[in-house]
Nanobody, 130 residues
Framework: QVQLAESGGGLVQAGGSLRLSCAAS????????MGWFRQAPGKEKEREFV??????????DYVDSVKGRFTVSRDNAKDTVYLQMTSLRPEDTAAYYC?????????????????????WGQGTQVTVSS
């Protein structure tokens, strides 16, 4: 079992920045691939991939719409993954979820498919005003 707790959401003006954090517990964090997903208003059945980071932190992956604006990172000593969001846009408004899966594959493995993840946080709301 992996327990996840997100924090850092809020209301920000377009062009602003926020940093989301996701603290993990329950398994050695270095064995866990982490991902960030979001669910926009009116799209409750669609959880969009945002970013992922391999268990070593060596490899990251992003959806095209956030490349150059968002940065995913992790601190394995603190069992925490971060999503630094800059140049925020109104279309980034969503509930953001971190997700985790224990992986014994290569240290650079990441996943984009939400079905690959076994554990989810409760979500944190990000609202970007225009």
């Amino acid at each position: 079992q992996v327990q996840l707790a997100e924090s850092g959401g809020g209301l920000v003006q377009a062009g602003g920045s926020l940093r989301l954090s996701c603290a993990a517990s329950g398994r050695p964090f270095s064995t866990v691939v982490m991902g960030w997903f979001r669910q926009a208003p009116g799209k409750e059945k669609e959880r969009e991939f945002v970013a992922a980071i391999s268990r070593s932190g060596e490899r990251t992956d992003y959806v095209d719409s956030v490349k150059g604006r968002f940065t995913v990172s992790r601190d394995n000593a603190k069992d925490t993954v971060y999503l630094q969001m800059t140049s925020l846009r109104p279309e980034d408004t969503a509930a953001y979820y971190c997700a985790a899966v224990v992986s014994l594959l290569g240290a650079t493995t990441t996943y984009r498919n939400s079905n690959a993840y076994d554990y989810w946080g409760q979500g944190t709301q990000v609202t970007v005003s225009s």
